[in-house]
């Protein structure tokens, strides 16, 4: 018989950040119990090209950095910070299971395995089921982490037709003289990205685009003093934007005239989002494909024809298709983040999945009974249309000003590795009049802010 303080279901970002922090602030003992062979989550089953969409400073968990705060000096992301590659991602949590986790004598470790409830822990190798009691709480998280090759095409394929994975791309991509990426969010964008960067002349590329996506712009989202005028000053047009728009369409053409959203064709409206960044380069590259097709989802890929929602387009047989359609998290509704003997861990900052894993378990080693921690906690669904795009800031903002009326965990959350705090060297565009103008209109706008966002979402004009 197992016994633990903390039973915790997956060794990915969200698992691995709660526990980092708990080591860190408190005396309890875990367990972690996860499907995947080695710790990183979904990183495991991602393809080799995949990359962080947002800076190395913001991932991870609080005890040790990811990367070395490099700006990178070329490529789709020169002149910003560092985005790891999904290996470095793997190779960080691996070792920090191994050099800070495991030696703690604080956690046990259980990979291939799965938690089948009601206290019953099963290998998926052997079979064996062991038991196990949590004196405190079961950790679990209503994130559902999916990549393309983890599951199954949702539509018919005929005999003949060439269908892979992102993971496979790199093998057999070489040959092919025609490429399809189906899919029209993050993955299908690196897809397209990968494939120009390899040599592939956009001509021989078709995109099959379901929904357009919003997408943030990676320039606005840049951690440091280094990046200040231009992230605090991209966070004070967002405030302007959001007090100001008379409609939620009022309010995306003023972001985007703003450049703190981005699209790849400006011509056709998005209306999906789901948080993901991109630079400026990259919508420049993946502009260059020019054989777009939205008719919606596939149904059906022939030998002569692709059949989806809105009609169907002639196929290639020397076509090899590149299946992006999985997605990245699937949302789920909200619950309680606190409730009873268990904690569901959920976004409650918007965009920082690491930094609301360490929050949760930093409200958790708080003296505060369940309802003022929940009152803490309030989390964000992950958005998915783009009217998601003004609950995500409307419950952010809330959030924010919630932990901004607490001297401790305003002082927490602004010294925190994850907020992006210590990242770059001294910087004195962030102490000028400029600087001192930016952080008067934050605090200027911010109730104006979230005051609007909840009249549009109350109206849905």
């Known amino acids: ?48 090209f995949v990359r962080l969409h947002q800076p190395a400073a913001f991932y991870g968990v609080g005890s040790r950095p990811l990367g070395t705060d490099r700006i990178d000096e070329t490529g789709f992301n020169k002149g910003y910070y560092e985005l790891p590659s999904g290996a470095d991602v793997l190779s960080y949590y691996g070792r920090l299971m191994q050099e800070r986790f495991l030696p703690s004598g604080r956690i046990k470790y259980f990979p291939m395995s799965e938690y089948l409830g009601e206290g019953r822990i099963r290998s998926l190798l052997s079979g064996a089921v062991q038991e196990v009691t949590f004196r405190k709480r079961l ?12 599951h199954p095409p949702s539509f018919e394929v005929a005999e003949g037709v060439r269908l892979v994975t992102p993971n496979a791309l790199p093998a057999v991509g070489p040959g092919y003289a025609h490429y399809v990426i189906l899919g029209g969010g993050k993955t299908a964008m690196d897809v397209g990205v990968w494939l ?16 357009d996506s919003w997408l943030m712009n990676r320039e606005v989202t840049q951690p440091g003093e280094a990046f200040f005028l231009r992230a605090a000053g991209g966070q004070l047009k967002q405030f302007e934007a959001a007090s100001a728009a008379a409609s939620t369409d009022d309010l995306f053409a003023r972001l985007a005239q703003a450049r703190q959203i981005l699209c790849v064709d400006p011509a056709v409206r998005p209306s999906k989002f789901s948080g993901a960044t991109i630079s400026a380069h990259e919508i420049g590259m993946l502009a260059t494909i020019k054989d777009v097709v939205r008719k919606g989802y596939v149904q059906r890929i022939g030998r002569d024809a692709i059949e989806l929602e809105g009609g169907q387009v002639p196929s290639r047989a020397d076509s090899l298709y590149i299946d992006c359609t999985g997605k990245a998290f699937t949302s789920r509704p909200t619950v309680p983040v606190f409730d009873g003997d268990r904690i569901t861990v959920q976004l409650v900052r918007g965009g920082l999945t690491c ?3 360490a929050f949760v ?18 989390p964000i669904l992950l958005p998915s249309t783009d009217v998601d795009l003004l609950r995500w800031m409307l419950a952010d903002l809330r959030n924010a000003r919630r932990w901004g009326a607490d001297k401790d965990l305003r002082r927490w959350v602004q010294e925190h590795r994850l907020s992006g705090a210590g990242v770059g060297s001294a910087d004195e565009s962030a102490r000028g009049a400029e600087a001192d103008r930016i952080r008067a209109g934050l605090r200027e706008l911010r109730p104006k802010a979230e005051a609007n966002l909840a009249r549009l979402l109350d109206g849905r004009c």
């Open 361 to 378: 378990a930093h409200v958790e080693s708080m003296d505060r009974n369940e309802a003022e921690k929940n009152e803490l906690c309030a």
């Open 139 to 150: 950790v679990t998280t209503c994130f559902d982490s999916q990549v393309p090759s983890t």
């Open 1 to 48: 018989m197992l016994s633990t303080d903390y039973l915790i279901i997956g060794s990915g970002a969200i698992g691995m950040g709660f526990a980092d922090q708990m080591l860190t602030e408190t005396d309890a003992d875990m367990i972690i119990v996860d499907r995947h062979h080695l710790p990183g989550g979904h990183w495991n089953d991602a393809y080799s």
């Open 355 to 357: 930094l609301s894993a």
């Open 196 to 211: 120009l960067q390899m040599g592939a002349r956009p001509e021989t590329i078709r995109w099959i685009v379901p929904r």
